[in-house]
């Protein structure tokens, strides 16, 4: 896989989802099975040293890539959502949000105490959910070995609040 391909693949849409806003779209990227193939094996790659006992995706389009990285991986897949979306006991954290907060969960069996996890989502911005799963996995009593995505925005700085739960940050595409 070539930088280059997935950087010309992913859409950018202006103003989406308000004023303002280039919005970095990867459903053109899905449907291209290579190429989805392709990413989930260079992120996986990344990571084959480490250990991984689960790969979290987090809500929604992290479970595209994170279960398919798990698979590479040969590890457990497991999922954080909102609040009140998963049917099992749960485990749940409160974050603060630009304006407001909110609410993320997992099941309380997904992850158990000293297993190694990484973290996926398919953007980084600010960090601020990242961020809530890295706390939500390490109240659980389980250790960060890092966290990966598709796309960065590095303007925002969003690894500066991830730094704290593991150096390791890999993404694909940096804006």
């Known amino acids: 896989m070539t930088k280059q391909l997935l950087e010309e693949t992913i ?22 099975s290579k190429l ?10 990344s ?3 480490d250990c991984i006992d689960v790969v979290v995706g987090i809500e929604s389009r992290g479970f595209l890539f994170g279960m398919l990285i798990a698979q590479e991986l040969d590890c457990a897949f497991a999922i954080i959502r909102k ?13 603060s949000l630009e304006y407001g907060t909110a ?14 996890v990484m973290v996926h989502d398919d953007l980084l911005a600010t960090g601020g959910t990242a961020e809530a799963a890295a706390k939500l ?38 804006y």
Do not use: W
């Open 47 to 49: 990571f084959r040293e």
């Open 83 to 95: 609040k009140g979306k998963l049917p099992y006991k749960t485990v749940e954290l409160e974050y």
């Open 103 to 116: 609410i993320i969960e997992m099941h309380e069996d997904e992850i158990q105490p000293n297993q190694r």
């Open 11 to 32: 859409r950018t849409i202006p103003d989406f989802p308000k004023q303002g806003i280039m919005f970095k779209d990867i459903t053109p990227v899905l449907r291209d």
């Open 137 to 174: 996995i390490s109240k659980i009593g389980a250790n960060i070995a890092g966290f990966s995505f598709v796309i960065s925005l590095d303007f925002l700085n969003g690894q500066d609040k991830l730094k704290a739960h593991s150096e390791k940050i890999v993404t694909l595409v940096n």
């Open 36 to 45: 989805c193939r392709d990413v989930a094996k260079k992120i996986a790659d």
